[in-house]
């Protein structure tokens, strides 16, 4: 049944959001069971938990604002600095592809949105970025490595739109870092208007479980605090998040799946001559070449959920595949290959 609002692809293999396809530690599952009714039955107390996220990420706890999902995150810093502050000529700017809740969260917030296309090859457009700075721009929203590309925003590209933008706020958006790239995170104490988001969602397989955080210095992140719900995270979540941070062999064994799936996409691709893009993340957006339709129609026979970006000026023919445990990265390429086999690759 379709319900307005609430997107269901039905049953099969989720391969279209970039969730962790191999799900969450079994110690995640083992702590929720361990909640008593108090725990339930009470308002949540973050202390121990925020301590534990400074910790693991290396900031001091106040630059750290846990979220309810880094969806959430990214609502609230549009909210905290742009309409808050009653800013009515307000600009942020969006490079291309881009994530749909920046323009969204951007236009809740009354802002106007800057669209910037991106380089040739789907690259991040830096020299487009800088040339849309303007006295108006309020926000910046950079995304690294990119949903939906994959690839990754230099590190010294970051520091030069955050430099050239000292009255915006730069939300670098990393929410999926630990599957490739280096993090912006020691460079955070150079600059007050950076805010980086990260998210458990991915990497962590808690993607159900929402909880994203937001880490700054205060002047970019407290106006964000300020509008965040004071119990936006469940006792759940928490107990979650404690068990996550303590499997410490959890994230590196599902970072190497990840690689390797990614591996196996790369050389399916080149052996049935799609195009496909080298991605610093859980998923590789892949280019049917001709007629997209036999391609998006061979995965959902076999119930593979992909997302289909095919319509989208910007990525056309375009499919965004995610690549978790490698057994379902083979299900997708079986897919592909026998839609190629229909004669549909030109
Ligand atoms: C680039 C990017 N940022 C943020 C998010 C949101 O993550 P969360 O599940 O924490 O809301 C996603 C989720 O798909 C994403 O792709």
């Known amino acids: 049944m379709k319900i307005q609002g609430y997107p269901n692809p039905g049953a099969g293999l989720r391969l279209h959001l970039n ?6 530690s079994p110690r995640v599952l083992e702590a929720i069971q361990r909640l008593s009714t108090a725990d339930i039955a009470s308002y949540p107390d973050y202390t121990e938990v925020v301590l534990a996220c400074a910790r693991h990420f290396g900031v ?9 999902g880094l969806d959430e995150g990214i609502l609230m810093a549009a909210v905290g600095h742009i309409s808050r502050a009653r800013l009515h000529d307000a600009e942020t700017i969006v490079p291309l592809p881009a994530f749909d809740p920046y323009p969204n969260s951007s236009a809740a917030a009354g802002a106007t949105i800057v669209r910037v296309p991106p380089a040739a090859d789907l690259a991040f457009p830096t020299d487009g970025v800088l040339a849309a700075i303007t006295p108006r721009t309020k926000m910046i929203f950079l995304n690294t490595p990119n949903n939906p590309t994959g690839r990754l925003i230099p ?3 970051l520091r030069r739109i955050a430099e050239a933008a000292p009255q915006a706020v730069v939300l670098i958006d990393e929410a999926y870092i630990e599957f490739g790239g280096e993090s912006f995170l020691p460079e955070l104490p150079r600059y007050p208007n950076v805010l980086l988001g990260r998210t458990f969602s991915k990497a962590y397989g808690l ?3 929402r909880v994203g955080v937001v880490i700054g210095q205060a002047q970019a992140l407290d106006p964000v605090r300020a509008v965040t719900p ?5 006792a759940v ?3 979650a998040i404690h068990a996550a941070l303590q499997d410490t062999e959890f994230l590196p064994r599902y970072a190497a799946q990840v690689r390797e799936s990614r591996e196996r996409l790369y050389e399916a691709c080149r052996r049935l001559g799609l195009q ?3 991605s610093a993340a859980n998923y590789v957006l892949v280019r049917v ?3 997209p339709a036999p391609f998006v129609a061979a995965l959902a026979a076999r119930r593979i959920h992909v997302r289909d970006r095919t319509k989208d000026a910007i990525t056309p023919g375009c499919l965004r595949i995610t690549t978790g445990l490698p057994e379902h990265t083979t299900a997708a390429i079986e897919a592909l290959e026998s839609a190629a086999a229909q004669g549909t690759v030109r």
């Open 237 to 239: 979540a928490i107990a």
């Open 230 to 234: 004071p119990f936006t995270l469940n």
């Open 289 to 291: 070449p001709g007629d």
């Open 276 to 278: 496909c893009w080298e």
């Open 60 to 68: 001091d706890p106040e630059w750290l604002l846990l979220t309810n």
């Open 207 to 209: 993607a159900g479980m």
């Open 19 to 24: 969730e962790n396809t191999g799900g969450c």
């Open 155 to 157: 590190l010294a590209d």
